[in-house]
Structure formats: C-alpha cells, structure tokens
C-alpha cells in the first residue's frame, strides 16, 4: 500500500458509528465487487440488483467503470499502473459508502487479483464481497455492442484485457455467475439470495 505524500495528516473520526448507520438503514454497508471480462454482464447485473435493493427500502449504489472514468478517474489510461491506480481509487471510495451504511456495487474488470485483493484489505471481514461475472471470451465478443473487441483485435486499442492485456479469474469469490448459460433474473436473484443468507439485508 503507498503511503501519502503529505505530512502531518490525522484520520478525523465522526460521532456516527457505521454501526448506527447500519440500524437506521436497515442493513449492512458492503461492498459488492464485480469483476469479469468486458461484456461479461457486470453492469447489467449490478444495475438490476441495485433496483431490486431499492424496490426492497435498501440503499445502494452502483460505482461503474465508465462513470467514474469520465470523472474521478479522467486523468488515468489502460496502462497497467493506470489500472491499479484505477481500482486503488474505486477501492476508497467504495469504503466509505460502506462506511456510511449503504451497499456499493463496484462493476469494474479489474483484472488483477493483487488490487482486488488490496480492496478487500480495506474493509472488515465480510465486508467484502467478490462477484465473478463469468463469461467465455468467445460469448464477450459476440456480446460486443461497442465494438471494442474488434478494434482491440486490429490493434487500434492496446492494453485491452483478454486480447493484448491479462485477466486473472478470481481464485476465492463468495459468487460466481455464469452469465453465459444463466439469465440476468438468475444471477440477480442469486446475488440477493447471498446478501439475505448473510444477513446484510432481510
């Protein structure tokens, strides 16, 4: 982990508890961390389970990879010390929502195990919980609505994660979600069943 730059710098703690947050909300503050392929299905499925949380009275929200790149994270390119600066980002980020109560949903490739695990390393035990979107390379491409595959292919995006860039599959994950032989309603609905097995919403 690095360090900060600046000097003299002291972590500032509020007169709220995560834990009270957690009793007003009704609910643990986690985060759900989807990782997979580009077109593997990460943002339709975290999308969908963030309605169906709201429908149910649960706060939650989606940290997309697109989203934040058009903001937070402008200044960072595919490289891979851009990408794990990216994820480093997002990692932060995403605590704090849980600190604050809410369940965040991260969809990012973040194709390397070392900063996923670096963003489980920032919240408790439990806190954290890995979604793997699993999709064959073959299926993303056909899926490829943005047509990155193919210009990935001719050469015209480099460091591109499954053609001229690593994915390194979870080894662990709390889910795993075939989004190639199952349905998005299935996978949501999978992930919902976890969260209520875990008590972090009812």
């Not at 899926?143 to 595959?149: A, M, Q, T």
């Amino acid at each position: 982990m690095s360090q900060p730059k600046a000097a003299n710098i002291l972590w500032h703690q509020g007169h709220i508890t995560k834990r009270e947050r957690e009793e007003r909300l009704k609910q643990r503050g986690v985060i759900i961390w989807f990782t997979g392929l580009s077109g593997s299905g990460k943002s339709t499925v975290a999308a969908e389970v963030e309605r169906r949380l709201f429908e149910r009275g649960n706060l939650a929200y989606v940290l997309d990879g697109d989203n934040l790149r058009h903001g937070l994270n402008k200044d960072l390119g595919f490289s891979p010390e851009d990408r794990k600066e990216n994820i480093r980002r997002v990692g932060e980020v995403a605590k704090l929502f849980a600190d604050a109560g809410l369940i965040v949903l991260t969809a990012f490739i973040s194709p390397y195990r070392t900063d996923r695990d670096q963003a489980r390393a920032l919240v408790g035990p439990g806190e954290f919980i890995e979604v793997y979107v699993k999709c064959s390379l073959e299926k993303c491409e056909e899926r490829d609505v943005k047509g990155l595959y193919r210009r990935a292919r001719a050469g015209e995006i480099g460091d591109f994660t499954g053609i001229s860039a690593p994915y390194e599959e979870p080894v662990n994950p709390e889910i795993v979600l075939n989004t190639e032989a199952e349905d998005v309603e299935t996978s949501v609905n999978r992930v919902l069943e976890y969260l209520e097995a875990k008590g972090i919403v009812k």
